[in-house]
């Protein structure tokens, strides 16, 4: 008892920390690394190995300069590895590298090959995201936008032909190819512009509902497309109360149910519009992103609801993937709806607003007169 | 009464138990060999001492006057000669005028009269700021004070909540001193003029709100194991369901809110004429030998508090005067009990589970648990950068309880109370 701590109160505090959160999410994402592998082959599993040790390596070197490690470098090291990292950058990159297609399909001469996803893309794609999306900002909790998100946009612009073109992918390089229940013309499926016009062209579904579920036979992201693993991985990430569970299930209901609405309230097209694309890994993993989400429940109501709105419309009208553009620019007006949806405190009262109205009331009675 | 479901308030958190005390009756201490008796004892400004150096006195004897509306009277708690008034280090390192009493082991009173059947609401009130009452709970308002509202009372809401973790003693008083406990609500209410009483205890103390069932005068009400529920705002809207306006007090729904402990000195004032002089501390901890509730002399040095309790482990990190949330910590056991005292924990490293701050995540836990639903990490960013204005508009910071389950659920372990505290106090100074 010879030395005291002093210092305000509480004098306890729950055990938890930035880290294991980090870890939690990271634990709720493995599920969808398994199905990668599955639907994806072996290569999906490298993508993701150098997408992390490539952001985590970014966060350390920033945070090294930043701190001026020339000075006293093992000391610096040693502050970086075990106070400023807490797995954020990792959980970053991968949540970026399952947001990136294994391979893709070049068409030369009228023959289609498939290659695999250079090994530069994850590679640029995580610096992007840890470096100009997150340190930039100030590092955890400070920035603006999502930023596996934002590499992915940046991604998809800059390298169309290898981000975007990924039809084919699980028939050519996974370890489960064609669909498992309902075997179909893959044929059919790769001549569309994408899986989801190629799925709701011409009036007939060639995937069923259930494949979209479990992934089989889905080209797509290697993250995104087992809705199974992604729902396992939201199982646990709001048992742990990572994220409210609530939050995702607005999102989704919202794009499910404007889709409906748009295609003048078939319900067929419920389940195909919300387990198809990048809607339910976005939802689960992306759009719940702490620093980018809103604070009070009533603004984080209406993010989710926007969020929905604006993917089910821009579906509607772009016919292509919008997932991640939908919440780069919902992640925008955070802190607008932060700043400008108020939170009542309890107890809070109304401000009286009489004066102005008898003011008004005394001058038309004046103007009368 | 029989028991009725009390409501619950939105947000809170759960926290640990840690009550290992509950089951253990309250011993009593024997009174020290010198009771230092501080002239600041409650809220507000010090009383000043009305015996001198030397001079002999009785147990229960005013020997320090309140100075002020918001003062209290202090008493011996033990009857011997003054041996000293001179100010030293109190719990939090500051410096207070202590009054040594050194026991002659006679222990003779000098209560007041006991107050009679006939006692108007003037002559409790007036019995409660004789006595030297205060809010027993922890903030040490004076009794007498909140006895006498600014606006019209309906209802008496007693506090038998104590959601703190740790603290038993309000347990063990409402086990063990039921009768006292309900007279003294009795003489509280005629002092305010109610006939509306309502104790609010949580759900984890079924014996006690067992005990108050049978008594018919009393509304018991089961509360849901929330914290903060001891808080005044919080207790009242879960027993009345009223809600108490922004930068208003109780009586301005009509309630009025008393903790259980001060019941009992109450009880006493009036019908023993005993004033304020001893109460019931839990001493707890995994710091302890013996987690205990026991019944000290107040200006008991806490050293012999301890060593009555068994000792203190070696491994102790941190001492606690109160609770552990909303409780301060102490500099050392050379200070006595005060009569806000209700808890010296001695914690381990592993209880406070203390670790130092990393960056904010932005995650909006301490908003999820806020009960006065504020924003605490906008309080904290404004504070940082010195925009005070910017934490009473952003952070509603001005509202704040102080309960501390924004800082106790921060997975960054961000010091929020603390910046919550400097903002309110740069405040204060520019208003």
């Known amino acids: ?369 | 009464m029989k028991k009725i479901k009390g409501f619950r308030f939105s947000r809170g958190v759960h926290l640990p138990d840690r009550k290992v005390a509950a089951g253990k009756p309250i011993e009593v201490m024997s009174a020290p060999d010198v009771a230092s008796l501080s002239t600041s004892m409650g809220l507000g400004k010090p009383s000043e001492p009305v015996v001198s150096v030397g001079d002999r006195v009785k147990m229960g004897q005013l020997i320090s006057r309140a100075s002020g509306l918001i003062s209290v009277n202090v008493h011996a708690s033990v009857s011997g000669e003054v041996v000293a008034i001179s100010p030293k280090q109190n719990a939090t390192g500051g410096t207070e005028t202590y009054i040594d009493i050194k026991n002659d082991g006679l222990y003779e009173t000098d209560y007041l009269d006991p107050l009679g059947e006939d006692a108007s609401a003037e002559d409790y009130r007036n019995r409660a700021a004789e006595a030297g009452l205060v809010g027993m709970g922890g903030a040490g308002f004076p009794t007498a004070v909140k006895l006498a509202p600014r606006s019209p009372v309906d209802t008496l809401v007693i506090n038998g909540a104590e959601c703190e973790p740790y603290l038993t003693c309000d347990h063990r008083l409402m086990i063990e001193h039921t009768d006292e406990l309900v007279r003294g609500m009795r003489y509280f209410a005629k002092a305010l003029g109610v006939d509306n009483i309502i104790i609010g205890i949580e759900a984890n103390k079924p014996d006690c709100i067992a005990k108050f069932e049978t008594y018919d005068d009393i509304k018991v009400v089961e509360l849901k194991k929330q914290y903060p529920m001891g808080g005044e705002k919080q207790l009242i809207y879960c027993t009345t369901k009223r809600k108490v306006p922004v930068g208003k007090l109780p009586s301005d729904v009509g309630v009025n809110v008393q903790n259980v402990a001060t019941c009992l000195a109450m009880c006493e004032a009036v019908e023993l004429g005993k004033p304020l002089i001893e109460r019931v501390i839990t001493v707890a901890g995994d710091g302890v030998k013996e987690a205990k509730n026991v019944l000290v002399k107040m200006g008991t040095p806490l050293s012999s508090i301890v060593d009555f309790c068994g000792g203190a482990n070696d491994n102790v990190v941190k001492l606690v005067s109160g609770g552990p949330m909303m409780g301060f910590a102490i500099v050392g056991l050379n200070s006595a009990t005060k009569k806000t005292s209700g808890g010296l924990l001695l914690l381990t490293a592993k209880e406070t589970a203390e670790s130092s701050d990393t960056h904010c995540l932005s995650c909006g836990k301490c908003a999820d648990v806020c009960p006065m639903r504020l924003m605490p990490m906008n309080t904290v960013f404004y504070t940082k950068a010195g925009d005070y204005e910017g934490a009473a508009k952003m952070g509603g910071v001005l509202n704040c309880i102080e309960c501390g389950a924004c800082a106790y659920v921060c997975p960054a372990k961000q010091p929020i109370l603390q910046n919550i505290r400097l903002a309110k106090a740069e405040l204060r100074k520019k208003r």
């Open chain 1, 1 to 369: 008892m010879s030395e005291l701590l002093v210092s305000t109160s509480p004098h306890i505090r729950k055990k938890t920390s930035t880290r294991r959160i980090m870890i939690d999410v990271l634990i709720a994402l493995l599920p969808c690394v398994v199905a990668s592998v599955i639907f994806f082959g072996w290569y999906s599993l490298a993508i993701e190995a150098i997408s992390v040790a490539t952001a985590a390596a970014t966060e350390i070197i920033y945070a090294m300069i930043s701190k001026k490690c020339w000075k006293d470098f093992r000391g610096t090291l040693k502050y970086v590895l075990f106070h400023n990292f807490d797995f954020s950058s990792v959980v970053s990159g991968l949540i970026l590298a399952l947001i990136l297609p294994v391979g893709y399909a070049a068409t030369e001469g009228g023959i289609t090959s498939y290659h695999y996803l250079p090994w530069y893309i994850p590679f640029i794609g995580s610096i992007f995201a840890i470096a100009l999306c997150k340190m930039l900002f100030g590092g955890t909790g400070r920035n603006l936008v999502n930023p596996a998100d934002t590499a992915r946009v940046f991604l998809l612009l800059s390298f169309t032909a290898l981000v975007g073109s990924c039809w084919g992918t699980v028939a050519t390089f996974g370890l489960v190819k064609g669909t498992v229940f309902n075997v179909q013309d893959i044929d059919n499926v790769l001549s569309g512009a994408t899986p989801l016009t190629a799925m709701l062209g011409n009036g007939k579904m060639l995937l069923s509902p259930l494949d979209l579920f479990l992934g089989s036979g889905v080209d797509g992201m290697i993250g995104e497309t087992c809705k199974v693993a992604i729902l396992l991985g939201f199982a646990y990430l709001a048992i742990r109360k990572v994220i409210k569970w609530y939050f995702p299930l607005i999102y989704i209901a919202t794009a499910g149910l404007f889709a409906v609405a748009l295609e003048g309230f078939d319900f067929t097209f419920f389940l195909p519009s919300v387990l198809s694309g990048g809607l339910l890994f976005g939802a689960v993993f992306m759009a719940t992103d702490y620093s980018t989400s809103p604070k009070s429940t009533l603004a984080n109501i209406i993010y989710y609801v926007c969020l929905g709105l604006l993917n089910a419309g821009l579906r509607k009208a772009t016919g292509l993937e919008v997932t991640s553009f939908c919440i780069l620019l919902m992640n925008c007006l955070t802190p607008l709806l932060d700043r400008y949806i108020p939170r009542r405190p309890f107890g809070y009262v109304r401000p009286v607003k009489d004066k102005p109205k008898k003011e008004k009331a005394s001058a038309a009675q004046e103007g009368k007169a």
